[in-house]
């Protein structure tokens, strides 16, 4: 193999489910992966199951590595790089990514001013457990953004795990990240209110689960076929405001559901409005029906 295209030691530093994740399909592809944690056990149980070294100095397992990888929590990013910086981690100028969907490189001050090149990898791939991501993580995108070789090491990266490199613009990684959370993290928090509601009507949990799945699998086939707007459905994109009027009365009892039915419900007369399916006088009895 040419030095050109050498296959990059990867040094994984915090290796929760996403790094596990990452660092076994790194291995699979046949990356050299060492594995370091501040929790000496967990690294070590990570580095099994990837298959990889582990290293108990995080600044010795990145001295080792081409790549250095931090899977670690947003708010301790750069603190993580500050104190690997300090303890010469950098010195063979590697190129360090971190995870995070909300920060863009600029976190890894640290990393750069000791001579690293950086950047950022956000997997967008919902990681509730790596034995199942590993299985389904190809085709996931991953956006990328940082200095000219960090983006070229993150896409490499990417496309290894079989993943899709995108670019993001590093000054609006917050808003990319609040639709990421929107449509993935907040789908949970919706199915959770969703099945309480039902859970009160009367059903037991396993039938409305079996029931909501259903529902929920169906509406993403529909945006699969269908695209925003053209999958909506229901009363809002109906227009049947007596529908509306009869949840928001039952939803009394909810406080805390109310405010949430109401604000989803103003979107959804926006979606319907660009679709051209809600005439414009029931879109504004909906719009003064669902204000806050």
Known sequence: MSPARRRPTVAIIGPGAVGRTI????????????????????????????GARHVPDPAEASRRADWVLLTVPDDAIATVARSMARAGAFQARPVVLHTSGLHSSAVLLHARRAGASTGSIHPLHSFARPTASVRTFRGSACTVEGDRRAIAAACRLARAIGGRPLP???????????????????????YGAGLTLMRCAGLPRRDAERALLGLVEGTVSNLRRAGCPGALTGPV???????????????????????????????????ARDRGSLREADARRLARLLAP
Not at 30 to 35: E, Q, T, W, Y
Not at 247 to 262: C, I, K, Q, S, T
């Open 168 to 190: 993001v613009d590093p000054t609006r990684k917050a808003l990319y990240h609040a639709g990421a959370v929107l449509a993935c993290n907040d789908l949970v928090a919706l």
């Open 23 to 50: 660092g076994r399909l790194l291995r699979r592809a046949g990356f050299p992966v060492l594995v370091s944690g501040r929790r000496p056990a967990s690294a070590r149980a990570a580095a099994r199951w990837i």
């Open 237 to 271: 994109a109906r227009g049947d405001t007596g529908t509306v009027r009869a949840h928001l009365r039952a939803l009394r009892r909810f406080p805390a559901f109310l405010p949430v039915y109401r604000a989803a419900g103003r979107l959804a007369v926006r979606l």
